[in-house]
């Protein structure tokens, strides 16, 4: 009797144990991922929607999912903050909130992917040697392609709310046909065809790469008399190969935090019909919970990934932060002065008479 009784405690300890767990979670860490991921996407659109990366195609898709990302940490995350460390979750009571949350949800994680997907397949196109492949690779094709697949996957994804609804306190799936259907397509999409379309294509590009500079036949001289005109454009390419190493660190994230979710769904499709003790299933909801968790943070970290892997962002983002906005609420004007070119084609600059700098609004305190 008292072996039965000490193996209940200790079950009942483990079930306390993992559920506040749960619940530090959501009072500590979601808030902590909730506020990288506004910081880390407002500070991406910032930077991505300026010119030079607007004219770039895969910046366009990668904006895309930083705009997406936005969504998912200000929706998402936040019910899942709230739902996980205050115990506060709309959708357990409200029908509208339980649909509206499982199926924006779903739409945005899924489109985020897709567009660094397609970010993957537009470097290989421009990286290849095949005409027709790189004029995929266009910024007209991106803004055809990105509102396509957004309005596409809006509607493919209708199924979703559907087939949800709150049953005992719980926004959940009634039918285990379709719980079993759910589990199998988001796991073959998130687990299996993303990841291997993101790899397949990450390594066509690297190998696209490799043959192009086997090509390439440096010539010192002609080099040293074209630098100037050739300096823009390097720094275009320079630009280009730099968002590659974004794309392709982000590839290495998306596996490591993403790819647990699916192997959690596998698991719950195999097991669905078995009958689990109390314990069994406070370790599933953990696993379940920590899942998600690692999930979201995938989607706060995009910007601090790109800022650490790529020398260029790093640039831009100083540039727009410090000499675009600091300076100018400061002094009004840019130190740099305008260049014009002359009529016998030499560039020279303009003088320009410069405002007096305006003192920076500080007011001094009186003690």
Partial sequence: MSNITETTASADQIIV????????????????????????????????TQRVYLQNSCSCYILASSIINLFIVNIVIFFHMLAFG????????SFFFCRFR?????????????????????????????VRRRAFSRVKIAKIIIPS????????????????FIVNGRCMVVLRVYSIFYNIYNTVLSGFLIPILMIVFGFLTIR????????????V????????QR???????????????????QLSVYLITCLPFPM??????????????????????????????????NFSTTFYIYVLTTRVFRKDLKRILVEKRLFKMCFGTQLVPPIMRTNNGTIGTVAVVMRQPKPCNIQSRKY
């Avoid at 144990?17 to 910081?39: A, D, E, H, K, W």
């Avoid at 205050?86 to 009571?93: L, N």
């Avoid at 097991?271 to 069994?280: A, D």
């Fill in 17 to 48: 144990t993992l559920n506040l767990i749960q619940v530090n979670m959501g009072r500590y860490l979601y808030p902590i991922i909730f506020s990288l991921g506004n910081i880390g996407s407002i500070l991406n659109i910032l930077i991505l």
């Fill in 86 to 93: 205050f115990s506060i979750d709309p959708t357990t009571t």
């Fill in 102 to 130: 499982q199926y924006i949800s779903h739409v945005t994680t899924l489109l985020s992917k897709i567009y660094i997907v397609l970010a993957c397949i537009d470097r290989w196109a421009m990286t290849s040697t095949n």
């Fill in 149 to 164: 697949v957004g309005i596409s996957w809006f509607i493919i994804s209708l199924h979703i709310p559907l087939n949800h």
């Fill in 208 to 219: 696209n790469i490799k043959l192009s500079r086997q090509r390439v036949n440096v010539q």
């Fill in 221 to 228: 001289n002609m080099n040293r008399i074209f630098t100037n």
């Fill in 231 to 249: 300096q823009g454009k390097n720094n275009t390419k320079s630009r280009d190969y730099e968002i590659l190493i974004m794309i392709l660190v």
């Fill in 264 to 297: 959690y769904l596998v698991y719950s499709t195999i097991t669905i019909q078995w009958t689990k003790s109390s314990v069994q299933l406070a370790i599933d909801r953990f696993y379940s919970s920590l899942t998600v968790a690692l999930t979201n943070i």
